[in-house]
């Protein structure tokens, strides 16, 4: 079936060292993908989005990847640092019915260690 | 500039109550959306909005009803709560289109007793 999952429910990193988190999804159908942060108690925060066409995106610090070929995706924080702890999700943006929806993966917990 | 306001933050219901959860946005999106998160199962859709005066089923509509009131709200109905919506909610707004992501409330965490 159609989903957009994660490999790893949890992640702990080394304050100051590298994070990266992946995502496999399985619609092929889908041109566009995001990833969200949530902290604890809060909504879902945009981090950064990436288009079919493009293979790879850099923000402050983060950086997305794509891989079509394998439907890979993955989101690596450079320098982590404790306020990156949080759950983050991918999605990507399906056309529904009515218009466009977002479907989400299940998350993934990063625990950054000081 | 508020961005997404939910209310209410916290609710405690009996089961069979009804409430109305409420979500206004301050960004003129034209796509709003209402989200259920519940432990080790990321977020599902259970209504969206994509224009004012249209909406649509998600995942999980069942239980749910919703209205459009106008382009800044968009309210979740639970004519007869069960335990099994037991749930944080969360209310998401958008540009129109395929190419923009979600601005999210701050939810609202809802228990049924």
């Known amino acids: 079936g159609e989903s957009v999952g994660l490999h790893l429910p949890t992640l702990s990193v080394q304050e100051g060292d590298n994070s990266i988190i992946n995502c496999a999804y399985s619609?092929?159908?889908?041109?566009?993908f995001i990833w969200y942060k949530q902290e604890s108690g809060k909504g879902p925060q945009f981090i950064i989005d990436?288009?079919?066409?493009?293979d790879k995106r850099q923000g402050q610090r983060v950086t997305v990847l794509l891989n079509k070929t394998v439907k890979h995706l993955s989101l690596q924080i450079a320098a982590t640092q404790p306020g990156d702890s949080a759950v983050y999700f991918c999605?990507?943006?399906?056309?529904?019915?009515?218009?466009?929806?977002?479907?989400f993966g299940a998350g993934t917990r990063l625990f950054v260690k000081a | 500039n508020a961005g997404v306001t939910q209310t209410p933050k916290f609710q405690v219901l009996k089961t069979g109550q009804s409430m109305t959860l409420q979500c206004a946005q301050d960004?003129?999106?034209?796509?709003m959306y209402w989200y259920r998160q519940d432990p080790g199962m990321g977020l599902r859709l259970i209504y969206y909005?994509?224009?004012?005066?249209?909406?649509d089923k998600g995942e999980v509509p069942n239980g749910y009803n919703v209205s459009r009131l106008n382009k800044r709200e968009f309210s979740l109905r639970l004519e007869s709560a069960a335990p099994s919506q037991t749930s944080v909610y969360f209310c998401?707004?958008?540009?129109?289109?395929?190419?923009?992501?979600?601005?999210f409330g701050s939810g609202t965490r809802l228990t049924v007793v």
């Open positions: 999605a990507e943006k399906r056309i529904g019915t009515g218009g466009f929806k977002t479907i």
């Open positions: 909005s994509a224009s004012e005066g249209t909406t």
């Open positions: 990436i288009r079919s066409n493009m």
């Open positions: 960004m003129n999106h034209n796509s």
């Open positions: 998401a707004s958008s540009e129109a289109g395929d190419h923009f992501g979600y601005t």
């Open positions: 619609n092929s159908a889908s041109d566009y």
